[in-house]
């Protein structure tokens, strides 16, 4: 590879160091406020990395750098490994008592917005780091729908927003100008957020509850400030308005923004949209009537923590209200396969997305038609849109990828002398960026701090091959793409 584009990735990276730098003064801020003193190891670790930031942004710095395929493929790589890396600075150096892996675990699962989490006492740690996680989640759902949007499409790993803004049923170009795009896209991110923030304080969250929380529900993140998560409330208003701001933030931002920015409602007859909330609605609805007829809940408490619950994992944000595993075997089951579906492409939702299924199933459908008809030709459409075989490919792809690294993933957690139903489910929870466990060891917490360094180690690689839809990770560990 030429040296000009490593040159190139980490100006790139060092460049959004700098940003970071920056951000870390704001739980500086919180905590000098607040009166605690690890506002002093948020200060330091700005100091520290905005200078080697500054330094390397200037060492590699290049002019006419070179711009290729290669250089899209590491710098998303790299940016991702250096918002890990910087975000878990505070983690380890803080009053935590963190050891590296668990740092660097922290960091990996609020990046990538999966929201499971090694530290406990969540109630009593200082103000500042529980910020510091909620901006993280935010800062990395932001960065996800970017990824989404920008980087993976042109790549042909994955992405289908960007297809839709192209054409569909929409004709003409939503945005003249990129620069629009981002300026709007920002703006609408944080609306939401503020929005939320307002809903969660109406409902009875406190202030600081509430801006916490309305980073981490908009991000589809999961972080929350308490050990019990949602169950620390007890408001079913709170939770209708997390469930409301998990589904938006779910949904395609660039379809976001042509409703919000243009009034442009064709925009929502997007198909992976339907999908979404067709699956959605149908496990929430069958497991609220299950538990009203099996159990004898209530259908209204039913209803509610059904809906919230199941959002959350559909969507891939990781609250919960309350422990599901109680709610019988049927339940449980249905948790497990939610735990694959995730929201839509271009929102900050991890999982295998609808748009895949959607694709999925219409190829599956024009086999069997070939199968009756011979050699007839079945275009598969997305809306009024022929998808080409590159596309229908980058799906299948995935698809083997992805079971690939669940099954790889899952031996490797076991080879930690972990059971099979935590290492399977594990395993899913962190490619699926949904944080969420099973069985004894994890629960339905998200409390992964029984777990060994060897396995949190485990665990952090396989968030981050989830989180960047896995190709675009993968591809960087092959011969091939070093060579020139």
Known sequence: MHASIIRAAVHV?????LYMAGVMLIPAAVDLYY????????AICACVTGAGALTIAAATRDRNPLRSTRLAFLVVVLLWTTLSIIGALPFYTASLNLDLSSAIFESVSATTTTGATVIAGLDALPPGILLWRSLLQWMGGLGVIALSLFFLPVLNVGG????RIESTD???RPFDRLASFVRALIAVYMFLTVLCAIAYAAAGMTPFDAINHAMTTVSTGGFSTHDASFGYFGNSAVLWVAAIFMILGALP?????LFIVRGRLDALR???IRLFLAYTAAFVFVVAIHRRVMDGVPFGEALTSSAFNFISIITTTAFVSEDYAGWGSFAVMAVFFATFLGGCSGSTSGGVKAYRFLILGR???NGLRQLVYGHSVQPLRYGARVVDEEMQRSVVLFVIAFLIVWIGGSLALAAGNLDMVTSLTAALAALCNVGLGFGGVVGTAGDFSAFSDYA???MAAIMLLGRLEILAVLVVFTPSFWHS
Not at 253 to 257: G, K
């Open 170 to 172: 929409i004709e003409e």
């Open 363 to 365: 190829m599956l459908r």
């Open 456 to 458: 949190q180690w485990i």
């Open 270 to 272: 997007d198909p992976q």
């Open 253 to 257: 931002f660039s379809i976001l923004i």
């Open 35 to 42: 009166g605690h003193s690890d506002w002093q190891v948020f």
């Open 13 to 17: 990276a060092s460049i959004f160091a």
């Open 160 to 163: 289908f927003s960007y297809f």
